[in-house]
């Protein structure tokens, strides 16, 4: 059974940094594809933050985070990791991870990913 663990998530005032990382376990076939992580704040749909290819060549971060967030990733490990720095009131949501994508896409949806973490909550307070 592949399950997605997620790790990291806390309460932090703005400016501050933290890390969320996810580990994949169970999974035992081909590679995981894309992996990444998207947010979901109350009231609003669950947006993709950031997703890197497995071989690391590709990254994508969306325009509300870029400058802010680095995401990395262990294949070997099957890890994916979130470094968010100067975090804003905006940032509060909670961090899902993602993988079991494999068609690149412009504009990611949630439905292009197959396997969830249950979610971590991140809350940035002013």
């Known amino acids: 059974q592949v399950q997605l663990m997620e790790f990291g998530g806390c309460s932090v005032q703005a400016g501050g940094s933290l890390t969320l990382s996810c580990a994949l376990s169970g999974y035992t076939s081909r590679d995981p594809g894309y992996m990444g992580w998207f947010r979901q704040a109350p009231g609003k749909e669950r947006e993709a933050v950031s997703i890197?290819?497995?071989?690391?060549?590709?990254?994508y971060y969306a325009d509300s985070v870029k400058g802010r967030v680095t995401i990395s990733r262990d294949t070997a490990k099957n890890t994916v990791s979130l470094q968010m720095d100067s975090l804003q009131s905006e940032d509060t949501a909670v961090y899902y991870c993602?993988?079991?994508?494999?068609?690149?896409?412009?504009?990611?949806?949630?439905?292009?990913?197959?396997?969830w973490g249950q979610g971590t909550q991140v809350t940035v307070s002013s």
């Open positions: 890197m290819s497995a071989g690391g060549d590709y990254t």
């Open positions: 993602a993988a079991g994508a494999y068609w690149r896409r412009v504009f990611w949806n949630s439905a292009d990913f197959r396997y």
